[in-house]
């Protein structure tokens, strides 16, 4: 299951956005200076509070009727 089920389909790209401009390499380059992992932490949690910030409440209850029996868990193979 993904998480864009929760968000209207408009906001798919910017979500998309999101998971990029958080990656490690583009924190570095977006900062313009070598960061360590704490400070990319720090940065990723910056940003992802400021845009989602714009972004609509996610409808959970969308979630729990696409997984079928409403829990969000996924059903184990290792049986």
């Known amino acids: 299951m993904s998480i864009s089920g929760a968000f209207p389909e408009d906001r798919r790209l910017p979500i998309d956005e999101l ?3 958080t990656q490690p ?3 570095q380059k977006s900062s313009q200076q070598k960061l360590n992992a704490e400070e990319r932490d720090h940065l990723r949690a910056q940003i992802i509070r400021e845009r989602l910030k714009l ?4 409808d959970i209850s969308k ?3 696409e997984s079928g ?3 969000t868990a996924e059903p184990s193979n290792n049986e």
């Open 19 to 21: 998971f990029i401009d």
């Open 63 to 65: 979630m729990a009727k």
């Open 55 to 58: 972004f609509p409440k996610p």
């Open 69 to 71: 029996n409403g829990s």
């Open 25 to 27: 390499a583009h924190l």
